[in-house]
């Protein structure tokens, strides 16, 4: 780690402790044994596996006695790169084989969940060379076994808002910051205080928990020309380690499985920092930069759009974190898709989110068109998890 990468946070604080009166276990919904057998079926077909038939017969068996039934290591490993192979919202899954997983179901407290939440940031980063890493809770179980981590990512950046209107630090993580102060937190109110993690199951309510200190590594936002930008004090954590969609494997649903890849400079400098809900900087970058903001006809946005993520590629690789640009991702994604071909296989693509939000024509996953599918196993985002990441508490797991 050079001195342009970053490690700041808040003197730590204890998590608050538990409400005295937790939540009642929920319910679910057993597993659909078509789900499980059609999961089955792939898995021992791809992997050119035999003992197919033993195995259905010992998933039935669960199945009937349990309403759900466990994966093996082999399984989990496999429907967890497959689950990211599937999505179509990725343009980086030509490494989707590469992901390393963390296999932690044995884990349900919420104090052991955040604990293996950091260690997966630790064990990422691995020096800046980041790693693709997924750590998989229990399961959701009919008999009430359940987990959830509120925060969006494992590393988000408080918003405040303030009586006369304005806002310090990310506007889109407001929600969710004023729930976890009404449970005791207090950030020092600037642009990037870190949030804690927010860790709900199904004995305990949601409690909170500081992020340690070296379990959180941050660049420095500067330009490698231009001085004007560095006045802005902009900042970006290294990790986006996405933790509240659901796993989902042959009709078992993992609500906790926090994952990982790397950024593509353009989330964060055409999308985190610039969003008008978010950070906005293009009027204030703009101006530093001395450009004609009278008229959009000028297109000062544009100039100061390309500069930033200019300044994001730079400090990145200034810190040693992985990091990669919108038109070589965009060439190895199709890359994938050939290699997907290939293979026979579908290759789900929502075109909105593979074109990059800068210089979208100049790419080459721009100009064709792909195939659209709901393939499983999967990620997926549910609406609680919505509202949880907004800070709205639901009315139960």
């Known amino acids: 780690m050079t001195e342009q990468s970053i490690t700041r946070f808040p003197p730590p604080r204890p998590a608050v402790p538990p409400a005295p009166h937790p939540p009642s276990p929920p319910v679910g919904d057993p597993v659909d044994p078509a789900e499980a057998y059609a999961f089955l079926e792939e898995f021992h077909h791809e992997n050119g ?7 259905r017969h010992e998933v039935r068996r669960q199945l009937e006695a349990t309403g759900t039934y466990s994966h093996t290591t082999a399984e989990l490993t496999w429907g967890a790169k497959v689950a990211w192979r599937n999505s179509a919202r990725c343009i980086g899954r030509l490494y989707w084989n590469s992901l390393h997983i963390r296999d932690r179901r044995h884990v349900g407290r919420a104090d052991e969940v955040a604990a293996e939440c950091f260690e997966h940031l630790r064990t990422t980063w691995r020096g800046g060379r980041i790693r693709p890493t997924i750590t998989i809770f229990a399961p959701d179980t009919p008999a009430g076994r359940r987990i959830r981590i509120w925060n969006e990512q494992l590393v988000r950046y408080a918003g405040y808002e303030h009586d006369d209107g304005t806002r310090t630090g990310d506007g889109r993580n407001t929600g ?29 309510p949601v409690r909170w928990f500081p992020l340690p200190r070296d379990a959180v590594h941050e660049v420095r936002i500067e330009h490698p020309e231009l001085a004007e930008l560095d006045l802005l004090g902009l900042m970006w954590h290294a990790i986006p380690a996405i933790s509240n969609m659901c796993l989902e494997i042959g009709g078992v649903s993992y609500g906790a499985a926090p994952f990982n890849g790397w950024y593509m400079g353009t989330e964060i400098g055409a999308r985190n920092l610039v969003d008008a809900d978010r950070y906005d900087v293009l009027p204030q970058l703009g101006a530093l930069l001395g450009l004609d903001t009278s008229s959009e006809r000028t297109l000062w946005r544009d100039r100061a759009l390309v500069e930033l993520n200019r300044a994001v590629l730079h400090s990145f690789d200034r810190a040693g974190a992985t990091i990669t640009d919108h038109h070589t991702e965009s060439e190895r994604f199709l890359r994938h898709v050939h290699r997907e ?54 009315d139960r797991l």
Do not use: N
């Open 341 to 394: 071909e290939e293979a026979g296989r579908v290759c789900p693509v929502d075109w909105s989110w593979i074109v990059p939000p800068v210089s979208g024509g100049l790419t080459p996953v721009y100009h064709r068109y792909y195939d659209e599918a709901d393939l499983t196993p999967a990620f997926r985002l549910d609406e609680p998890a919505m509202r949880r990441a907004r800070g709205e508490v639901p």
């Open 176 to 204: 969710i910051t004023a729930y976890a102060r009404k449970l005791g937190w207090e950030g020092a109110g600037t642009d990037f205080d870190i949030l804690p993690l927010l860790i709900e199951t199904d004995h305990e």
């Open 49 to 55: 596996l035999a003992g197919l038939e033993q195995r």
